[in-house]
């Protein structure tokens, strides 16, 4: 039974990783990740499932986020790992990387097994929304960019009750650089009954559009 999830961006540097020089995550980004995944944990939850966008479908064996997930600081999965271990969370972790290419209903089935790994789980999905030009650039930012923003945002303000997330086209998503797509369908399939629903915190880090929201019974 899914009993809490957070929704947080997988930017490498929240982990603490970074490459050349991409910037720092915001600390009120950063504050608002710790907020999220701290509510989560307050539901009291046997074990916690980490989704993340990968670059294929792989469902890693159980784990602590303090030891022996296989991930990388800079993948989802590590991110979501760094998120887990400063909250203090020591209890197993399964992570599950999933490709940006997969269908509405196998994500939404995934889901809802996923909910049922243990009597109580907590999920934390990681992901990021669209990704604007380089300043660069002489074209201006894409115009769907700001439709998809404002419905990214709304479906985790109110819990996704129109079902957008599982409209959301794999195409256009991949096209404009959103990560999250897979890992926020699978918060669909694996949500039933959650029914308090929050948007803590939307900012955009180097061009790349980032939410965190924490869903709660």
């Given at each position: 039974?899914?009993?809490?999830a957070?929704?947080?961006?997988?930017?490498?540097?929240?982990?603490?990783?970074?490459?050349?020089?991409?910037?720092?995550?915001?600390?009120?980004?950063?504050?608002?990740?710790?907020?999220?995944?701290?509510?989560?944990?307050?539901?009291?939850?046997?074990?916690?499932?980490?989704?993340?966008?990968?670059?294929?479908?792989?469902?890693h064996?159980?784990?602590?986020?303090?030891?022996?997930?296989?991930?990388?600081?800079?993948?989802?999965?590590?991110?979501?790992?760094?998120?887990?271990?400063?909250?203090?969370?020591?209890?197993?972790?399964?992570?599950?990387?999933?490709?940006?290419?997969?269908?509405?209903?196998?994500?939404?089935?995934d889901?809802v097994?996923?909910?049922?790994?243990?009597?109580?789980?907590?999920?934390?999905?990681?992901?990021?929304?669209?990704?604007?030009?380089?300043?660069?650039?002489?074209?201006?930012?894409?115009?769907?960019?700001?439709?998809?923003?404002?419905?990214?945002?709304?479906?985790?303000?109110c819990?996704?009750?129109d079902?957008w997330?599982?409209?959301?086209d794999?195409?256009?998503?991949?096209?404009?650089?959103?990560?999250?797509?897979?890992?926020?369908?699978?918060?669909?399939?694996?949500?039933?009954?959650?029914?308090?629903?929050?948007?803590?915190?939307?900012?955009?880090?180097?061009?790349?559009?980032c939410?965190?929201?924490?869903?709660?019974?």
């Amino acid at each position: 039974m899914l009993v809490a999830a957070a929704v947080c961006p997988d930017l490498p540097s929240l982990a603490g990783a970074s490459d050349g020089d991409a910037p720092a995550a915001p600390e009120r980004l950063r504050a608002a990740c710790a907020e999220a995944v701290a509510a989560v944990l307050a539901a009291a939850p046997d074990l916690v499932a980490v989704v993340a966008p990968g670059p294929r479908t792989l469902l890693h064996p159980t784990g602590r986020a303090d030891g022996d997930l296989p991930a990388s600081p800079g993948s989802g999965v590590g991110v979501g790992a760094a998120l887990l271990r400063r909250a203090g969370w020591t209890g197993p972790v399964r992570a599950y990387e999933v490709d940006d290419d997969r269908s509405w209903p196998a994500n939404g089935e995934d889901g809802v097994h996923l909910a049922g790994w243990a009597d109580r789980v907590a999920l934390l999905a990681l992901g990021n929304g669209p990704t604007r030009p380089d300043a660069g650039r002489t074209t201006g930012p894409d115009p769907r960019i700001a439709g998809l923003d404002a419905g990214i945002a709304a479906a985790l303000a109110c819990g996704d009750v129109d079902g957008w997330f599982p409209d959301l086209d794999a195409d256009l998503a991949r096209e404009l650089g959103v990560s999250g797509r897979s890992p926020w369908q699978l918060l669909d399939g694996a949500d039933e009954d959650l029914t308090t629903h929050r948007l803590l915190h939307t900012a955009a880090v180097d061009g790349t559009s980032c939410f965190v929201a924490v869903w709660t019974r």
